[in-house]
């Protein structure tokens, strides 16, 4: 993995934690006195973080600093002279997808921000729908010998 491409990881995971706070680029910019502009090219890995850069947002974040490197190739890992990481499979990669979209967030926003009985209504009812779209599903074809 070259440099770009943990740059770009690590802007990635920059907007996705101020995305699940509900920040703007203006507020984490403000938090460690700099201009949103900079965040916007940490966030789209234009700009490199300084060690000391990734540690204010961090905590202005609410995270430790190992949490913008999770998720990186072992690659990166094996340069660094420490073990690989264990290989993805293809259902956490699914859910990392899933948890990078804006909806994603905005829907677990949203259902935390809920009451808990109904929020228990709520799980209910989709794992309901779920079960009630997979009965629906067609059976799979088997070829007759």
Same mark, same amino acid.
């Given at each position: %993995?070259? $440099?770009? @491409?943990?740059?770009?990881?690590? *802007?990635?995971? %920059?907007?996705?934690?101020?995305?699940?706070?509900?920040?703007?680029?203006?507020?984490?910019?403000?938090?460690? *006195?700099?201009?949103?502009?900079? &965040?916007?090219?940490? @966030? $789209?890995?234009?700009?490199?973080?300084?060690?000391?850069? #990734?540690?204010?947002?961090? &905590?202005? #974040?609410?995270?430790?600093?190992?949490? !913008? !490197?999770?998720?990186? +190739? *072992?690659?990166?890992?094996?340069?660094? *002279? +420490?073990?690989? /990481? /264990?290989?993805?499979?293809? @259902?956490? &990669?699914? %859910?990392?997808? #899933? !948890?990078?979209?804006? @909806?994603?967030?905005?829907?677990?926003?949203? !259902?935390?921000?809920?009451?808990?009985? /109904?929020?228990?209504?709520?799980?209910?009812?989709?794992?309901? %729908?779920?079960?009630?779209?997979?009965?629906?599903?067609?059976?799979?074809?088997?070829?007759?010998?």
């Amino acid at each position: %993995m070259s $440099c770009d @491409e943990i740059d770009t990881h690590v *802007g990635k995971r %920059m907007r996705r934690r101020r995305r699940l706070l509900g920040l703007t680029q203006q507020q984490v910019a403000r938090r460690i *006195g700099m201009r949103f502009q900079q &965040i916007q090219k940490y @966030e $789209c890995g234009a700009n490199r973080v300084t060690a000391s850069r #990734l540690h204010k947002i961090a &905590i202005a #974040l609410g995270v430790p600093p190992n949490y !913008f !490197f999770e998720g990186l +190739s *072992g690659a990166v890992s094996a340069t660094a *002279g +420490s073990e690989p /990481p /264990p290989a993805l499979d293809q @259902e956490n &990669i699914a %859910m990392a997808d #899933l !948890f990078a979209r804006k @909806e994603t967030v905005d829907l677990v926003r949203a !259902f935390y921000g809920l009451p808990e009985r /109904p929020r228990r209504r709520l799980l209910d009812l989709a794992k309901s %729908m779920q079960q009630d779209v997979a009965e629906a599903a067609p059976e799979p074809q088997r070829e007759v010998a």
